[in-house]
């Protein structure tokens, strides 16, 4: 097939087209390079089935070829740059959606929505099914980003509604692993970094908040069972074992076997208390769930971001 995959450059987009390449599939890469890095893809640049495209999906797009999917995975993901990007995060997820799902329509392609757990706001239920409605200030400093991606679900369902495109929507948990940035802000390559620098551990609250931690190849492997489902309604894709954040910074200081203490600090305005999928619906309508455990991702980001 041949797949376009906007935010193709970035961290979980660099897998996806890895995986797709490997699958035997044409790969069109599609990034402005806000956030993401032409480093992750540089590897498949002269590869015959891979081609990329430097463009900001908010603008009009014309592609004379044919495409039988395109991947919408373009956004800021990280508060850090959501909240420094907050203008153009709101527009990927308006703009960009309704041109790609142009796109898609006008090209007969199926469509497949990068949707995020951040629907669900500060869930006072969990784990979080996608009945879900979810507890989020429309307001709040992280309404960009989660403003942004129900809008980007509300368009893409009418697109299905309406029977102009065939679609998907995947809610994707906290996800992880190597092309990550050091300074993207996000758990996982906060604690990597400041443990492996000696410095102390930075805690939000008391440390009782929870995440769970899904590695980029499982993700990468539900997203392709997802497109070759027949579901048009949301999706989540994530870990469902849930973790303390305190937790979780003495594993990453055992891991880095590094002497780093742990440091507290208030947490931050509409800071998820809860964060963790029901991934009943995948178990049973894809047949996935993920196999990575905690120890060996986290052991292969150690070694990546070692190398950053």
Known sequence: MK??????????????CDFLLEAGHYVICVDNL????????????????????KHDVTKPLKFAGRIDWILHFASPASPVDYMNY??????????????????????????????????????????????????????GPRSVYDEAKRFSEALTSAYQREKLVDT??????????????????R??????????????LTVYGEGKQTRSFCYVS???????KLMYSK???????GNPKELKIIDFANVIIRLTGSRSKVTYKPLPEDDPKQRCPDIGKAKKELEWEPKVNLEEGIKKTIEYFKGE
């Not at 797949?3 to 996806?16: M, N, P, Q």
């Not at 497949?112 to 969990?126: F, H, N, Q, R, W």
């Not at 499982?218 to 392709?224: E, P, R, S």
């Open 231 to 237: 579901i048009s309604e949301p999706v989540n894709l």
């Open 218 to 224: 499982d993700l990468a492997a539900g997203i392709y």
């Open 168 to 185: 998907r929507i995947a809610r994707i948990f906290n996800t992880y692993g190597p092309r990550m940035r050091l300074d993207d802000g």
């Open 34 to 53: 806000l956030t993401g890095d032409i480093k992750n893809i540089k590897h498949n640049l002269k590869n015959k089935r891979f081609e990329f495209i």
């Open 187 to 200: 758990v996982v390559p906060n604690f990597v970094k400041q443990a492996l620098t000696g410095q102390a």
């Open 86 to 139: 907050p203008l153009e995060t709101l527009d990927v997820g308006s703009i960009g959606t309704k041109n790609m799902l142009e796109l898609a329509k006008k090209k007969k392609a199926k469509f497949i929505l990068a949707s995020t757990s951040e629907v669900y706001g500060d869930p006072k239920v969990s784990p979080q099914n996608e009945e879900y409605l979810g507890n989020v200030n429309p307001i």
């Open 3 to 16: 797949i376009f995959i906007t935010g193709g450059a970035g961290f979980i987009g660099s897998h996806l």
